[in-house]
């Protein structure tokens, strides 16, 4: 079972992205600056790795796991059994108030687990504003999720740093997981309202420049996007497959069969 219920993770993905991942990269650094749910470094166990993501809450709901996933459970079971709409957004107005600690950390597991469709969203002051799901029997991690977790992150580096930051520490033989949010398909999407600044059009052509000195520097890149015409043409000289896939492409619960690249340097 996996930590997070994440619109854009790879948990029904990674095994169909593994055979595109790098036989050596048990030799390399593993670095991931767009973490999200973590599926895919959750797969590869990578002996050294460095994690990060410019969503804070997120960022620290993984160190509370790595240093205390006992205490996280423990508060974690406690949401479980009194999970009801009062409660949720009691949780929600308590969470948008609090310092970062294992009670927060199980307040995000929990608020993740119930919200709306397993949406992150926060409003421009940062705070987390998604409804509650009125989801039926919510599953939550348990005891030995967390701590399977807390030990895959051991000797792992986290940072709450936007992605340019993350590339930039980028050495030459470093292998790059990227998965960033996607551009809309269709209407509104909720895969750009991930922080309290949005990822746009601009966003990604300036990834797509940072991806380019990447290749310049001798790193090796692997990336997840969606099958459009401008992420094609950012993209036109590297390696380029499309992977059909269902995935949520607009605010309401609706399903969709699209297209999903994966794009690759070596």
């Not at 048990?26 to 994690?51: N, V």
């Not at 990060?52 to 459970?73: F, G, K, M």
């Not at 002051?125 to 409804?131: A, D, I, T, W």
């Amino acid at each position: 079972m996996p930590l997070l219920r994440w619109i854009g993770g790879k948990q029904h993905l990674v095994r169909r992205l593994l055979p595109f991942v790098p036989a050596d990269y048990k030799k390399r650094c593993y670095r991931e600056p767009f973490l999200g749910a973590a599926s895919m470094f959750l797969a590869l166990r990578p002996e050294r790795a460095y994690l990060a993501d410019a969503n804070q809450h997120l960022i620290q709901c993984y160190e509370a796991v790595r240093d205390t996933h006992d205490r996280v459970s423990a508060y974690l079971r406690g949401h479980a059994a009194k999970d009801c709409s009062d409660h949720y957004y009691a949780v929600r107005e308590a969470y948008n108030r609090r310092s970062p600690s294992a009670a927060q950390a199980a307040r995000f597991l929990y608020l993740n687990r119930t919200c709306f469709n397993g949406v992150f969203r926060v409003n421009t002051r940062g705070q987390f504003n998604v409804p509650y799901g009125y989801k039926d029997h919510p599953i939550f991690p348990d005891r030995d999720v967390l701590a399977t977790v807390s030990q895959a992150l051991t000797n792992a580096e986290l940072a709450a740093v936007d992605y340019q930051d993350s590339l930039a520490a980028g050495e030459p033989g470093d292998f790059f997981y990227l998965d960033p949010p996607y551009p809309p398909l269709n209407g509104t999407s909720y895969f750009t309202h991930y922080t309290k600044d949005r990822f746009d059009a601009d966003d990604q052509r300036a990834l797509a420049e940072w991806v380019w000195e990447l290749d310049d520097r001798g790193c090796l890149f692997m990336m997840s996007n969606a099958d459009t015409r401008m992420i094609r043409r950012l993209y036109r000289n590297f390696h380029v497959t499309r992977l059909p896939v269902i995935r949520y492409v607009t605010c309401k619960a609706t399903k969709h069969r699209v297209g999903e690249l994966v794009i690759t340097n070596y």
